[in-house]
């Protein structure tokens, strides 16, 4: 089955750096895009990153453009996200995903936490 594992989540403080990755299995990982999505406590959950199958296009939301950086090892079926100047409003439960594509459904991984606090 499906399986997406995130993980280097944990406490920094203000312009620090994380790094998190996102262990894939069960699926032809090279062949789908991949995501990160990202939930503040109170808020919605929104994309923060994309990168498409090979890893040539990447794709950010507006606040981290410039500091975070997605890439993908399609040899260790591995999606990361390299987060720099972290900020408190980067604070959030962070989640890997697999898109929909096709007839393939989306699937989630089980969040990761990240706190940027003093």
């Known amino acids: 089955q499906v399986q997406l594992v995130e993980s280097g989540g944990g406490k920094v403080q203000p312009g620090g750096s994380l790094r998190l990755s996102c262990a894939a299995s069960?699926?032809?990982?090279?062949?789908?895009?991949m995501t990160w999505y990202r939930q503040a406590p109170g808020k919605e959950r929104e994309l923060v990153a994309r990168?498409?199958?090979?890893?040539?296009?990447?794709n950010y939301e507006d606040s981290v453009k410039g500091r975070f950086t997605i890439s993908r090892d399609n040899i260790q079926n591995t999606v990361y996200l390299q987060m720099n100047s972290l900020k408190p409003e980067d604070t959030a439960v962070y989640y890997c995903?697999?898109?929909?594509?096709?007839?393939?459904?989306?699937?989630w991984g089980q969040g990761i936490q990240v706190i940027v606090s003093s």
């Open positions: 990168i498409s199958t090979v890893g040539t296009t990447a």
């Open positions: 995903n697999r898109p929909p594509m096709n007839d393939y459904p989306e699937y």
């Open positions: 069960g699926f032809i990982f090279r062949r789908f895009p």
